[in-house]
């Protein structure tokens, strides 16, 4: 087992028919059999997925019996946003740089900055 | 040029380009040459007091970034997935954090990142992917490269990629 959320949120997240629920949770709650409607999978199937997501807190399940709606959970989501602006702001920096390094580089015409 | 766009995608990805004024050859150079690299790696202010790079599959890409004003040190290691000159380039954070550095950020160093280069009327441009992997993913990686080392490794670490995705 992934020892730290970010790997457990990010293996929830590696499956494409766990993202696609995501996003239609992200509309509001829905029930299994609503969720499932759009997939060509058994309901059980769709229950493992759900497990999992539930499991890396990304939805919650009502307690009703009859009815335990999926509610998206924005904590872990918004983690991995977080971090991934992180290095969205690294490399906007980075690549400031490089450009006005390149240009450096070509005003030296081929002495590569040495100078 | 400061085109960068940056697309948001259902996974945990950032994407983002940009095209700079100069042919590709010279930024595949900027970027593969430690001399170079240790120019312009890293947010506005910090030096590199240490840049080495080995470019090959499996081969290791030290860094150490020096905050501006002198305070602390980031040192950071990478592993080379990818080489493929002027074209593309993969590489992952295998820093062992472990060794204190960690206590200044937490941010996850569990980041892959893939550049590729293309080449258009003398400009080129550069794409960029950044994608948070799993500890295990991580670690599987690095054990293929290391183990398999150069050569071969790359059609292993491919198969352990399609595995994976």
């Known amino acids: 087992m992934p020892a730290d959320r970010l790997s457990v949120t990010l293996s929830a997240l590696a499956d494409p028919t766990r993202r696609a629920i995501l996003a239609r949770l992200a509309l509001g709650e829905t029930s299994v059999t609503d969720l499932a409607a759009p997939f060509d999978m058994s309901l059980p199937a769709v229950s493992k997925h759900l497990k999992v997501l539930e499991r890396a807190g990304l939805i919650t399940r009502g307690r009703d019996a009859q009815w335990r709606p999926c509610r998206l959970e924005a904590g872990p989501l918004k983690d991995v946003a977080g971090w991934l602006e992180h290095y969205r702001r690294f490399w906007e920096e980075s690549l400031d740089r490089l450009d006005l390094y390149l240009q450096r580089l070509q005003k030296g015409d081929g002495n590569d900055g040495q100078h | ?165």
Request: charge should be negative; hydrophobic fraction near 40%.
């Open chain 2, 1 to 165: 040029m400061a085109n960068t766009e940056s697309i948001p995608t259902g996974e945990p990805t950032i994407v983002m380009t940009r095209t700079f004024n100069a042919p590709r050859a010279l930024v595949w150079k900027v970027w593969t040459d430690p001399a170079h690299m240790a120019q312009w790696w890293g947010p506005e202010g910090f030096t590199n007091p240490v840049c080495k790079m080995d470019v090959r599959p499996g081969g290791l890409w030290h860094a150490t970034m020096r905050s501006p004003d002198g305070s602390f040190d980031c040192p950071n290691t990478f592993m080379f997935d990818e080489v493929v000159a002027p074209e593309r380039l993969v590489f992952r954070d295998v820093t062992d954090y472990s060794k204190g550095w960690e206590k200044h950020t937490d941010i996850p160093k569990k980041a892959v990142h893939t550049v590729t280069f293309d080449e258009r009327d003398g400009k080129t441009t550069m794409r960029i992917v950044t994608r948070l992997a799993t500890v295990e993913e991580r670690d599987d990686m690095v054990r293929m490269g290391f183990i398999e080392g150069t050569g071969q490794s790359f059609d292993r670490l491919a198969a352990v990629v399609a595995r994976l995705s």
